[in-house]
Structure formats: structure tokens, C-alpha cells
């Protein structure tokens, strides 16, 4: 959704800025991966440091975009590896929250960080295979900026559980808009 609506919408503002960044888009990638990792081994630790490292990750993901459009260097191979990597940020992330929060007795925001890895897992699986049959599919309430936004306000708040809740429905939700956008398109 807020990949829809903004997902260029930096474009021009941070071009000056990523003209003189003489890194590969890919390289930018592999940081923003790198720092996510850390954040997740940060994060059982200290959450809001955690949540901070996110923030600085994901700003290197947005980066990567934008230096691939505004240099000219938009590949298939570049937008694969991005999105490999999204998958394991999210296993890290949401693996190391449910590990944070069991490791306090919150059992139950363990259990929905979880879950709602399941359902970002499975948000991207059903844009995959829709792909993959002829048919775009990037619809959806809860996308990946809108997960990572959500994370980041949950561990620099400490209001995980309702957070949680909220994202673990929403993502579902949104698994549900995809499989419904496919079949309508399909019927």
C-alpha cells in the first residue's frame, strides 16, 4: 500500500544523493541485509537499539531502489536478490522478536510474531505464484514497509502485543486480498 502509493516518490528529492553514492545498488542490498541481521541479534538484547538498526536497514533498502532507477542500473538479477533478501529480514526480524518476547513469558507475542511471519511469507508467495501464472498481484493493506513500520513503532513503544495483533490480522488480510485479486482476474 505505501509502496504503491510513495514507492518513487523519493526518487527526486534523494537523487543528488544517491548520483554520488559509488556503490552498486546490489552492494546497497547486502548492507541493509547486513544491518538488519545485526539488528535481529541486537534486538533480544535491546529492543530499542534493535529497532533503531532496523530503521538504518531499512533506509539502505529504500536506497538500493532508488540508486538502481535513478543510475540506470534496474536489473531482473538486482530485484531478485532484494527480494530473497527481504524474506530472510523478515525471518530474522519476526524470529527474534517471538524470541524476545518468550524469553519475557509474553507467550502469546511470540506466537503472533509468528504468525505473522507465516502470513508475510505467504504475502509474497501468493504475489510469486501469481507472477509466476501471467497475473501481477502487489495488492494488499499489508505490505512489507507497512510490516517494518509497524516493527519499528512496536519496539521503540513496548506495545508489541496490540501491534502484533494488528499486523498479524493484517497480513493475513492481505493474503486473502491477493488470493481474491487472482481468482477475479483468473475467473
Same mark, same amino acid.
Request: proline share 4%; glycine share 10%; net charge positive.
Given at each position: 500500500?505505501?509502496?504503491?502509493? *510513495? %514507492? &518513487?516518490?523519493?526518487?527526486?528529492?534523494?537523487?543528488?544523493?544517491?548520483?554520488?553514492?559509488?556503490?552498486?545498488?546490489? /552492494?546497497?542490498?547486502?548492507?541493509?541485509?547486513?544491518?538488519?541481521?545485526?539488528?535481529? *541479534?541486537?534486538?533480544?538484547?535491546? #529492543? $530499542?537499539?534493535?529497532?533503531?538498526?532496523?530503521?538504518?536497514?531499512?533506509? *539502505?533498502? /529504500?536506497?538500493?531502489? @532508488?540508486?538502481?532507477?535513478?543510475?540506470?542500473?534496474?536489473?531482473?538479477?538486482?530485484?531478485?536478490?532484494?527480494?530473497?533478501? +527481504?524474506?530472510?529480514? +523478515?525471518? *530474522?526480524?519476526?524470529?527474534?522478536v517471538a524470541?524476545?518476547?518468550?524469553? #519475557?513469558?509474553? &507467550?502469546?507475542?511470540?506466537?503472533?510474531?509468528? %504468525?505473522?511471519?507465516?502470513?508475510?511469507?505467504?504475502?509474497?508467495?501468493? $504475489?510469486?505464484?501469481?507472477?509466476?501464472?501471467?497475473?501481477?498481484?502487489?495488492?494488499?493493506i499489508m505490505? $512489507?514497509?507497512? $510490516?517494518? #513500520?509497524?516493527?519499528?513503532?512496536?519496539?521503540?513503544?513496548?506495545?508489541?502485543?496490540?501491534?502484533?495483533?494488528?499486523?498479524?490480522?493484517?497480513?493475513?488480510?492481505? @493474503?486473502?486480498?491477493?488470493?481474491? &485479486?487472482?481468482?477475479k482476474k /483468473?475467473?
Amino acid at each position: 500500500m505505501i509502496g504503491a502509493k *510513495f %514507492g &518513487h516518490f523519493l526518487d527526486k528529492p534523494l537523487t543528488p544523493l544517491v548520483k554520488n553514492i559509488p556503490l552498486n545498488p546490489n /552492494m546497497l542490498t547486502a548492507a541493509g541485509f547486513v544491518i538488519t541481521v545485526a539488528a535481529a *541479534f541486537v534486538l533480544p538484547y535491546n #529492543i $530499542r537499539l534493535g529497532g533503531m538498526l532496523i530503521l538504518i536497514g531499512g533506509l *539502505f533498502d /529504500m536506497l538500493d531502489g @532508488v540508486s538502481a532507477r535513478v543510475n540506470n542500473k534496474v536489473t531482473k538479477c538486482g530485484a531478485f536478490l532484494d527480494s530473497v533478501l +527481504d524474506r530472510y529480514s +523478515d525471518a *530474522f526480524l519476526f524470529l527474534s522478536v517471538a524470541w524476545y518476547l518468550a524469553s #519475557i513469558g509474553e &507467550h502469546t507475542g511470540a506466537f503472533l510474531s509468528l %504468525g505473522t511471519l507465516v502470513g508475510a511469507f505467504l504475502i509474497s508467495y501468493a $504475489r510469486a505464484r501469481a507472477e509466476g501464472l501471467g497475473e501481477s498481484c502487489s495488492t494488499g493493506i499489508m505490505e $512489507r514497509p507497512e $510490516r517494518i #513500520i509497524l516493527l519499528i513503532f512496536a519496539l521503540l513503544t513496548g506495545w508489541f502485543t496490540p501491534i502484533l495483533w494488528t499486523m498479524l490480522i493484517l497480513t493475513h488480510v492481505t @493474503v486473502l486480498q491477493r488470493v481474491y &485479486h487472482v481468482w477475479k482476474k /483468473m475467473s
